[in-house]
């Protein structure tokens, strides 16, 4: 069945997603120690305020680019995360030479394409940052892997960089277009769909089928087999999240436990899982983003578009 989503409905499920995925971030960080191999949950969480990252800031821009143009337009994305980015938000050396290279003038085109040697980042960083992209689109699962293959070339020229974004969008579409029709998809059903919206000769293809495979096992075994994003690769980071986002569609707080108790790249499992489960769950609802949590994280930013 076909519907039309309304431009107010398409930026409050982005909006959700967003908040899903800033707090996710935030508190992930919290419990972030680099080469620790897993970090401890506690019930009683640190205070806030919980300060997000890059992951956020680039979603933001992402949001802001969708409420001001009605889609993804690559130069308008490509000058708002040059423009906006704060390199004390912890991005990756290589996303700041790169967002330098586009801020000084080089074409986005050049600078995603010279990454690495010329063979371009496969990065989990497109990936981060795009579940209110596919919340924004939970009308059209075509239309979002389009959307979220556009997002990502901006900084990923590499297939498995840009895969990982158009992966994570298409859950977060699955998963905003099930909140809407009342119907949460059984895990298999829902991973099965996100490896449908990829190339079957990809790292990042295999990776999601593995999952599958691994429904039902433990959260453990999963990290073990699929990885928990310490490499800072899509392939090594995506699967997981959305084995977990699909296992936890409907207890976002259950969700993001498992990727603090995976460890890995805590903060970005968390943001991916948080920004799909709360496309689905929405802010301060039964098994929703916590109200508290929300509150303990730090505002974002003033230039975000307010909600209508």
Known sequence: MT??????TRLAL?????????????????FFVPGRPTAPWHDDLPPGPWAWSDDTEMACSV??????AGEIDRDSLASAFAERYDPARRYGAGAVELLELIRAGTPW???AA???DGQGSCGNGAAMRVAPLGAWYADSTRRAADQARASAEVTHAHPEGIAGAVAVTVAASLAAR???????????????????ALD?????????RRAVALLGHSAGVAADALGNGSRVTAQDTVPFTLWVAATHLDDYPAAIRVCVEAGGDVDTTAAIVGGVVAAYTGVGTPGGVPDGWLAAREPLPTWLPAHP
């Open 109 to 111: 085109p050049v600078a």
């Open 63 to 68: 949001v802001t680019v969708l409420t001001e």
């Open 200 to 208: 079957p000769g990809g790292e990042l293809h295999r990776g999601v």
């Open 178 to 196: 099930a909140r809407l029709d009342g119907d949460r998809p059984e895990p298999a059903r829902l991973l099965g769909a996100v490896a449908g």
């Open 14 to 30: 982005a909006r959700d997603a967003l908040a899903g995925l800033s707090v996710g971030d935030a508190l992930g960080a919290m």
């Open 114 to 116: 010279s990454a690495f």
């Open 3 to 8: 519907f039309t989503l309304f431009p107010d």
